[in-house]
């Protein structure tokens, strides 16, 4: 693994038994003691994520507002100041180049906080529709650690060490200066468990110290180091996509479930014209959520009904909170509907199932 990409906390992860394996082509954990025992802390207590390797690109300058609402398919007309909106962006056919979260400090000021395999892509992209926008890029990516504490005591423990009140904190916002301990971050709070949770944007510098600070607070609360084996599984059961499974730019934010989050009637933006016409003319395909009783099903398996192939498999697992094996899959859209029964064909076999809300995971409040 000497040819890929570590973040700051490499040794750490190391140090505490790691299971390290290359995502995206970073040196990432994808487990400590368990996927299941760090999806568990999650949805009882608390887990610790670097997800250092996302990448964050600043857009400042005059016409920022406008230049961002070019790239993206959601609004950002009605966004405040220190709120946080979640958005596909789109090229020219509709296929998502890659969704990402959009921090707004102030009219002139954002940042795009993308994904990792995508953020070469994404920087081209951003760079490349540039046209006339009097806008300055900055790719922060390399300067910006990343540390995700989620779950239900993750307000309890952050707010050990923080010097403001967390409860103000409302979701989809962020803070853009706390003092942590003598550490400089910016803290919002979005989450991709499916569970109450914060992100902590620091110095490379400072996120040992920091991810040492919060192990040590949340020990009493049961919080676990978590890699990207749980991730995946506390994300799925909350029905959140991932990018190349559930959406990618061969899937448009129609078919992949994200209609909300196209704001078609906001003014001209980058694919609108593709999204319009598919909308006009009808979805030939939709993600849906999928309920076996027997069988795992997992990512590219067939999905067929009566015999006849009608779409694969996104993502699927044993669920670890419901015991039920589940699924995500994009589907013709005759099929589309809940109790509509199918079957998945997985290694050979023929297994029966029906569509549900892929909603699978509702936290306890």
């Known amino acids: 693994m000497e040819d890929i990409k570590k973040t700051p906390l490499y040794k750490v992860h190391k140090d ?8 995206s082509g970073w040196a990432l954990p994808v487990q400590y003691g368990g996927i299941i025992s760090e999806h568990q802390a999650v949805r009882n207590f ?12 600043e857009i400042s300058g005059k016409d920022a507002g406008g230049f961002v609402q070019e790239l993206i398919t959601n609004d950002i007309s009605n966004l405040k100041d220190h709120q946080i909106l979640y958005t596909p962006m789109c090229n020219e056919n509709g296929g998502i180049i890659d969704d990402l979260l959009v921090y707004k400090f102030k009219e002139s000021h954002y940042l795009l906080v993308v994904n990792a395999a995508n953020i070469d892509k994404d920087w081209k992209w951003i760079i490349n529709n540039k046209k006339g926008y009097n806008v300055y890029l900055d790719d922060r990516s390399n300067e910006i650690s990343l540390i995700a504490l989620q779950g239900p005591k993750a307000e309890a423990i952050l707010g050990k060490l923080v010097d403001i009140d967390l409860s103000k904190l409302r979701f989809f916002y962020f803070e853009p200066q706390v003092n942590i301990q003598g550490i400089n971050a910016l803290v919002s709070r979005t989450g991709y468990t499916g569970e109450d949770g914060f992100e902590i944007y620091c110095s490379n510098e400072d996120v040992e110290k920091l991810w040492d600070l919060l192990l040590n607070a949340g020990r009493e609360f049961g919080l676990q180091p978590a890699g990207l084996g749980a991730r995946d599984t506390l994300r799925f059961e909350a029905g959140l996509p991932l990018y190349g499974n559930e959406i990618g730019e061969d899937i448009s934010p129609l078919e992949g479930g994200l209609s909300y989050f196209v704001k078609l009637d906001k003014g001209d933006f980058i694919g ?3 999204l319009e016409k598919q909308r006009e003319e009808g979805l030939k395909r939709k993600l849906v959520g999928i309920e076996l ?8 398996y067939r999905v067929l009904r009566e015999g006849r192939p009608v ?5 699927g697992y044993r669920s670890p909170s419901l015991n039920t094996n589940i699924a995500m899959a994009l589907i013709e859209t005759d099929h589309a509907i809940q109790g509509q029964e199918i079957q998945v064909e997985i290694r050979e076999k023929v297994f029966p199932g029906r569509v549900v809300s892929k909603n699978f995971y509702k936290r306890k409040r």
């Open 272 to 274: 609108r014209d593709a």
């Open 311 to 315: 779409g694969e498999i996104t993502t």
């Open 293 to 300: 009783e027997k069988g795992i099903p997992r990512q590219a």
């Open 46 to 57: 608390a887990g610790l994520f670097d997800v250092s390797h996302m990448g964050e690109i």
């Open 16 to 23: 505490l038994g790691g299971k390290i394996i290359d995502f």
